[in-house]
């Protein structure tokens, strides 16, 4: 058997692979620029509705002539490639030589929105050579409402980079995380409706207790004002037989039969003169 010692150093060997692993599991999420305490709620609101794009992948491909051949790869707050541990949230990688460029970096995140936009920018990427005066790259990832669509369409608008400072990679796409929320307001139409139902429940119910418990009616009778829906029905037939008829109720028929009305009075000497003389 092992001594008592090994085996509680195994076993702290184990806890501490497992912490490890553990926090290697735990993606990293976009920590906006500045101490944590001077986030505002604005900034953790907008995280908070960009949280259901974090779990998705978006890659775009550039091709310009035989000397610009790049994908670029983009997480919502998290990193590209969590193994490298480099922050990178869009990356850029060439595909002739298979170097990657870390384009922005969610631990330099700044985050605001509009009506029906949201605009994601990541600061601290890689170093510009020769261009922008050898400053930090950064992307700019334009979120646009689009109702009914978790994301799609993005793709690379522009990279601003003949500049001496404040150059950027421009970046757009589709969401309905960006779209602001939809009031249900009620026409006028439908509150007439609902008003009217109510009070035609109210109208039943009230009417049928007040028979039922007050009066004592019993079967039909517990319906309110029973007399006058039941005539109801013969009315509105007089009402459309008085309005939809074409001819008067009193006009004779086509066709008469032969009656001795039409006959007249026979003539009382219409037989004299078979008479003997």
């Not at 994601?120 to 409402?145: F, N, P, Q, T, W």
């Amino acid at each position: 058997m092992s001594p008592p010692g090994q085996t509680s150093a195994l076993l702290l060997v184990f806890m501490a692979l497992a912490v490890a692993g553990a926090e290697q599991a735990e993606e990293r999420s976009c920590d906006v620029i500045g101490d944590e305490s001077s986030e505002s709620q604005m900034e953790r609101a907008l995280l908070k509705k960009l949280e259901p794009l974090s779990h998705m992948r978006f890659n775009v491909t550039v091709e310009k002539g035989k000397t610009e051949n790049y994908i670029y790869h983009f997480r919502v707050c998290r990193e590209v490639n969590s193994t490298s541990h480099d922050f990178g949230g869009l990356v850029q990688t060439d595909r002739q030589t298979g170097k990657t460029t870390v384009i922005g970096r969610i631990n330099e995140t700044q985050v605001f929105n509009g009506s029906d936009w949201i605009m994601l920018i990541y600061k601290g990427g890689d170093s510009y050579g020769r261009h922008c005066s050898g400053e930090k790259r950064r992307a700019v990832i334009m979120i646009s409402c689009k109702r009914g669509v978790t994301a799609s369409s993005f793709s690379i608008i522009s990279e601003e980079r003949e500049k001496e400072q404040e150059c950027f990679y421009l970046f757009e796409m589709d969401s309905s995380v960006a779209c602001p929320a939809e009031n249900s307001h009620l026409s006028v139409g439908s509150i007439l409706l609902i008003t009217f139902v109510s009070l035609i429940a109210v109208y039943i119910i009230g009417g049928f207790l007040y028979q039922r418990l007050i009066v004592g009616a019993k079967g039909m009778e517990q319906i309110p004002h029973f007399a006058f829906w039941q005539d109801l029905g013969n009315l509105v037939a007089d009402g459309c037989d008085f309005v939809c008829r074409s001819k008067p109720r009193n006009a004779p028929a086509a066709y008469r039969g032969v009656g001795d009305d039409q006959l007249g009075e026979e003539s009382e000497e219409r037989d004299d003169h078979l008479l003997p003389m």
